[in-house]
């Protein structure tokens, strides 16, 4: 594991260190195939394996797995490691953005992405509206100078 200095982000060793860091972490979320006393696979009615353990990869998770002492550290790192580490958000994004599609993940989903990732935004109507009305003037300047020419 990574030491943490008093700013709150971590000493890594290695790019080759964070990398092991994270993918220890998103192994650890998948858990683990439940087998029964003679070792073999148990079996849900559905004919898929039970799993076990399972959790969701979190930001929060993710960040205190990489020794960061804060969601907001983690997501600001700029540091030495940073293309490691920004690998590590896009999986986290990518697995997020993947719930958008499973109705018991749709707001939780939503929730994180707007919360935690660059580019995401719950527009409503009057932000549309403004772009709209700002795309107008800008057409509606051009005509103005076009007509003084």
């Known amino acids: 594991m990574s030491k943490s200095s008093r700013t709150g982000l971590p000493h890594f060793e290695s790019k080759e260190q964070v990398e092991k860091l994270v993918h220890c972490y998103f192994e650890g979320c998948k858990g683990e195939i439940l087998r029964d006393e003679y070792g073999s696979v148990v079996y849900q009615k559905s004919g898929e394996p039970t799993w076990i353990g399972v959790r969701p990869p979190t930001?929060?998770?993710?960040?205190?797995?990489?020794?960061?002492?804060?969601?907001?550290?983690?997501?600001?790192?700029?540091?030495?490691?940073?293309?490691?580490?920004?690998?590590?958000?896009?999986?986290?994004?990518?697995?997020?953005?993947?719930?958008?599609?499973?109705?018991?993940?749709?707001?939780?989903?939503?929730?994180?992405?707007?919360?935690?990732?660059?580019?995401?935004?719950?527009?409503?109507?009057?932000?549309?509206?403004?772009?709209?009305?700002?795309?107008?003037?800008?057409?509606l300047e051009g005509i103005n100078n076009a007509a003084k020419q």
């Open 59 to 139: 930001v929060a998770n993710l960040a205190a797995a990489l020794g960061f002492l804060s969601r907001q550290d983690f997501l600001n790192y700029n540091g030495k490691y940073v293309e490691p580490i920004a690998k590590a958000r896009l999986l986290l994004e990518g697995y997020v953005e993947q719930r958008l599609y499973d109705k018991d993940g749709l707001q939780g989903a939503k929730f994180t992405l707007i919360n935690n990732f660059q580019g995401w935004a719950d527009k409503t109507k009057e932000d549309f509206d403004s772009q709209i009305y700002e795309k107008l003037d800008g057409i």
